[in-house]
């Protein structure tokens, strides 16, 4: 199998062409200032070793030259050996609290995309390890198994708003119950559930269910994105921006629930973060996933490839040795005339 690592190198090559038009644009130029200002028959006889010739030939050599640098630059390989790849993995749910309160602005720039912006910092770090995807409001969706595909996880993160969910509301033992039927009943590898939310419903059911998780070998950590002062509830219609409200007309306020979210915490055997300490977050709950008990996946096979810049490197350096060497008179004067008589 052939290929180009750094295939975007070759773009280079388009200046190959330019190269050419720009020294076919400057010999007539050459040619054109004598003629306007001698007369060329004079001027041949005055210069008759001068070779036209030569002078197309070493700038084909140099831009030859520059040509197999580029290639050498994109460094052409050739592999036909597969291996298969294993590396121990955990498997890690995130889920998404996308209720419409999330799109309180009491965290800048509102607290969906605030989490967006954690989530994506997370996948960073957890390369290696297996991410599912689990969106949840009113019920807890499914978005994404178990997988290393992390492009795909980002791409759906960038989505993730309200309009997503079937209905509202923050039932968050829904989304504990169906990550633990997406990992796999035969694992016995501990595994993680990671659930970023306001926690503004208040359930006792999630304790519940995050008891019943650790149980199992899950361990499930907490996020809270919010304020403790809350912020009112915008929503959207016919392009208009509107506030929750409720019964009485009165602006509804979503505030954090951090004691409901440290509680699923310590009944899940995880910890509780505030969404603003980012980077303590982030570090932590990278050290906490790696200590946990890892199981070996076979993640892709590829194939094991020689480059082979080095001997375009080589031809390059060559043409471009060459080239200097050349002068632009006849041979029978020129260098390698010379070189020949001596």
Known sequence: MFRFEVSNMLWLLCLIPV???IVWWTMRWKKSIVQNNADYDVFSRLYPDWSVQKTWLRSILLLLGFALLFISWANPQWGNRKQKVTAKSSD???????????????ISPNRMERSKQFLKELIKKLRGDRIGLIYFAGGAYLQMPLTNDYGSAMDLISSANPTQAGTQGTVIADAIDLAQSVFASDNPTQKAIILISDGENHETEAITAASKARENGTFVYTLGIGTEDG??????EKGKTYYKKNQNGQPVKSRLNVNLLKEIAE???GKFYMIDQTLSALRSLDNDIERMEKQE?????????????QYFLFLAILLFVIEHLMDN??????LFARLLKN
């Open 19 to 21: 190269g050419l038009l």
């Open 92 to 106: 890690v749910i995130l889920a998404l609290d996308i209720s419409q309160s999330m799109l309180a602005d009491d």
């Open 297 to 309: 996946v076979e993640q892709r096979s590829f194939a094991d490839y020689n480059s082979f810049f």
């Open 231 to 236: 912020a009112m509830v915008p929503f959207i």
């Open 329 to 334: 008179r006849k041979n029978k004067t020129g």
């Open 267 to 269: 009944a899940g055997g």
